[in-house]
């Protein structure tokens, strides 16, 4: 079966730091996306994890660990436009490499 | 920057009508994709395409689906016979690779069932 967990809601403070989890059981992996989902528009790519260990790209960060079926989203020097939700998904479908099985995703509040 | 363009941006069907929504994936992308969001709730993968034939769907894609690519440019998804729940918003996306590598997403069409 397919199951990804992460948080409904989170609040942060601008300028500060702030971890999304996101935990996984599913039948085929192929890797770990993060996306981010302003409301009403197309979820946009943020990162990609395949092995295990830490991805950093600006101020967005992403952690893997495959034995604990388990990743994070770090975002630093928060703006206010980071307000959205952030989308974890895993790659692959029965097996299959490109298809996205997406959390519910958790949606980031940045208030000044 | 090249861009996954869907049309329309939103349409309006009564029930038991067909839909076709239309796709342009980004022109060097071999592999495309069509998902859902239903209102407040998660995007949910629908089928996966490469090499004009179905790759991969998932159990939400049922015999009122079907995918094409006409020509060398579009992509569509048609509905055949419209459901109150199939109400939501459609994602197509594309990408050059098959895995690894990052999918984008068109600006989606919002789809209401009447």
């Known amino acids: 079966g397919q199951n990804i967990d992460q948080p409904t809601e989170m609040t942060a403070t601008e300028g500060a730091i702030v971890q999304i989890n996101c935990t996984y059981q599913?039948?085929?992996?192929?890797?770990l996306f993060w996306y981010q989902q302003h409301a009403g528009e197309a979820p946009t790519f943020l990162s990609y994890n395949v092995l295990d260990g830490l991805e950093e790209k600006g101020r967005f960060s992403s952690f893997l660990s495959r034995s604990k079926g388990y990743s994070y989203l770090l975002l630093k020097e928060l703006q206010m436009k980071d307000s959205a939700s952030y989308l974890c998904a895993v790659e692959g479908y029965g097996g299959s490499q490109g298809n996205l099985i997406f959390g519910k995703g958790t949606k980031l509040s940045v208030k000044p | 920057e090249p861009e996954v363009t869907q049309t329309p941006s939103h349409q309006v069907t009564q029930m038991g009508q067909e839909v076709i929504l239309r796709c342009v994936p980004i022109s060097n992308h071999l592999y495309f994709y069509w998902y859902r969001q239903i209102l407040g709730q998660k995007v949910e993968f629908l089928v996966s395409f490469y090499n004009n034939e179905i790759s991969e769907k998932s159990e939400i894609f049922d015999d009122q689906f079907s995918v094409e690519r006409p020509d060398g440019s579009n992509f569509t998804l048609k509905i055949r016979s419209t459901k109150l729940e199939d109400s939501a918003m459609y994602f197509c996306?594309?990408?050059?690779?098959?895995?690894?590598?990052?999918?984008?997403f068109g600006q989606g069409t919002r789809l209401t069932v009447v």
């Open positions: 599913t039948s085929g992996f192929n890797g």
């Open positions: 996306a594309s990408s050059a690779l098959s895995g690894e590598t990052e999918a984008f």
